[in-house]
């Protein structure tokens, strides 16, 4: 078969601009209000097995919690997974630290934003996706300040009344 190039092309399959979520789990509706959000990541996160049946459940909550790096990893600090009720001796502890599984490449990108442009790392949810593991979606942000969040205020106020407008318009 000399000179036959049929030979499969190898290429990075592209990120999909929405992630693949077929159950969400816990979200962070309060951090779209309190910053500027302006690049989406998804990650893996190491859990133990009493932390994944305790998601599946639907518990858990990630209102106040954050991503921070450390030594080169990516950690989710301060999330609430509470303790499965059938877990025996080995269930887990509600507010442990746990690992993000990112690339070097993503967390070194992480590292330089949160360093020079003064971002925050802020999780908007955890799902599972199609294949059953469990996901974070992690956000670049920028926090708000007052008069942004009363900006952001008076703009959901005026899309309310114009739909509410609309309707009754016909």
């Known amino acids: ?3 036959d190039t049929t030979w499969p092309i190898l290429m990075a399959r592209p990120k999909p601009s929405t992630f693949d979520k077929q159950k969400t789990v816990a979200e962070n509706r309060r951090a779209r209000f309190d910053y500027f959000i302006e690049d989406t990541f998804e990650a893996g996160i190491a859990l ?3 932390e994944v049946k305790s998601l599946r459940f639907g518990e858990g909550s990630i209102t106040e919690s ?3 790096i450390r030594g080169g990893e990516a950690w989710l600090i301060n999330a609430n ?3 499965f009720s059938h877990g025996n001796r080995f269930n887990h502890e509600p507010k442990r630290p746990r ?3 990112l690339h070097a490449r993503e967390i070194e990108r992480f590292v330089g934003a949160v360093e020079r442009k003064g971002m925050t790392l802020v999780p908007l949810s955890i799902y599972f996706n199609s294949k059953g593991r469990a996901k974070v979606e992690l956000a670049l942000a ?3 300040q007052t008069h942004d969040k009363r ?3 008076k703009e959901r106020d005026w899309k309310r ?4 407008l609309m309707r009754e318009r016909g």
Do not use: C, F, H, V
């Open 142 to 144: 920028k926090g708000k």
């Open 48 to 50: 133990s097995g009493t």
């Open 151 to 153: 900006q952001s205020i």
């Open 66 to 68: 954050y991503a921070e």
């Open 99 to 101: 690992k993000l599984l």
């Open 161 to 164: 009344d114009k739909a509410r």
């Open 1 to 3: 078969m000399a000179g």
């Open 81 to 83: 997974i509470p303790e």
